[in-house]
């Protein structure tokens, strides 16, 4: 909602995030259950993941900014996408990459329809995430 506001992503609150999966990998130690999901193969798989991601959703936002003039994807959204990677359990990312595409072009077409010059991709990513990750275990 902050995002929405104000166009802008708070790094303290990703730096929250960060710090909150560190700790369920410490927790995989003392739940084996768990680190199939969370555990350090799981986050270098997610690591991984998060960088070739970050870097494709960098070059198409700097590709986009080129040919619109304006600023596409800024760095808050590639911050916050490469955090919600590292959550994201590596067989869910190609899920994750298109429901986050769909939303974005539902979006990107309301954004037209409501004549707004930017659109906040930050709300697409995290409902991108819930619905993704979160929903499954409902």
């Given at each position: 909602f902050?995002?929405?506001?104000?166009?802008?992503?708070?790094?303290?609150?990703?730096?929250?995030?960060?710090?909150?999966?560190?700790?369920?990998?410490?927790?995989?130690?003392?739940?084996?259950?768990?680190s199939?999901?969370?555990?350090?193969?799981?986050?270098?798989?997610?690591?991984?993941?998060?960088?070739?991601?970050?870097?494709?959703?960098?070059?198409?936002?700097?590709?986009?900014?080129?040919?619109?003039h304006?600023?596409?994807?800024?760095?808050?959204?590639?911050?916050?996408?490469?955090?919600?990677?590292?959550?994201?359990?590596?067989?869910?990312?190609?899920?994750?990459?298109?429901?986050?595409?769909?939303?974005?072009?539902?979006?990107?077409?309301?954004?037209?329809?409501?004549?707004?010059?930017?659109?906040?991709?930050?709300?697409?990513?995290?409902?991108?995430?819930?619905?993704?990750?979160?929903?499954?275990?409902?």
């Amino acid at each position: 909602f902050y995002d929405v506001k104000t166009r802008l992503i708070s790094t303290k609150a990703l730096g929250v995030l960060l710090l909150c999966r560190i700790q369920l990998l410490l927790l995989c130690s003392y739940a084996p259950c768990l680190s199939e999901w969370f555990g350090l193969h799981a986050l270098a798989c997610s690591l991984v993941q998060a960088v070739v991601v970050c870097i494709a959703f960098m070059g198409m936002g700097f590709a986009v900014s080129t040919f619109t003039h304006q600023e596409a994807l800024g760095f808050g959204d590639i911050k916050l996408l490469a955090v919600l990677l590292l959550w994201c359990p590596a067989q869910y990312v190609l899920l994750f990459l298109s429901v986050i595409a769909v939303i974005g072009v539902i979006g990107a077409l309301a954004m037209k329809l409501r004549c707004q010059k930017t659109f906040a991709y930050a709300p697409v990513l995290v409902s991108g995430f819930i619905f993704t990750v979160i929903l499954p275990f409902v």
